[in-house]
């Protein structure tokens, strides 16, 4: 199984930045790719960013330019880097990690970002 630690979010103002992490543990070598989802208030649980173990990453189209998404090379932290931020990012971001062996998710207990000023 996996457990999955968010942190680093926080209240910032229009155009300030963020760095979140998420810390992985337990059977780290079954995850494939992790991401970043965030959740707004009233709002579906949306993707923000992923990476594959391979470093391939996709970005949803809101903030492509302004997130970048790192893991480190042993798979046991994701790094979601958010700058120029806006209102709109303002959401509880939640750290996700897929497992082909085990077919499933994982999922941390969010960190709340709020973007206001």
């Known amino acids: 199984q996996v457990q999955l630690v968010e942190s680093g979010g926080g209240l910032v103002q229009p155009g300030g930045s963020l760095r979140l992490a998420c810390a992985a543990s337990?059977?780290?070598?079954?995850?494939?790719?992790m991401g970043w989802y965030r959740q707004a208030p009233g709002k579906q649980r949306e993707l923000v960013a992923i990476?594959?173990?391979?470093?391939?990453?996709n970005y949803a189209d809101s903030v492509l330019g302004r997130f970048t998404i790192s893991r480190d090379n042993f798979g046991s932290t994701v790094w979601l880097q958010m700058s120029s931020l806006k209102p709109e990012d303002t959401a509880v971001y939640y750290c996700?990690?897929?497992?082909?062996?085990?077919?499933?998710?994982?999922w941390g207990q969010g960190t709340q970002v709020t973007v206001a000023s």
């Open positions: 996700n990690a897929w497992s082909a062996e085990y077919q499933r998710d994982y």
């Open positions: 337990g059977d780290i070598f079954r995850i494939n790719h």
């Open positions: 990476i594959s173990k391979g470093g391939d990453t």
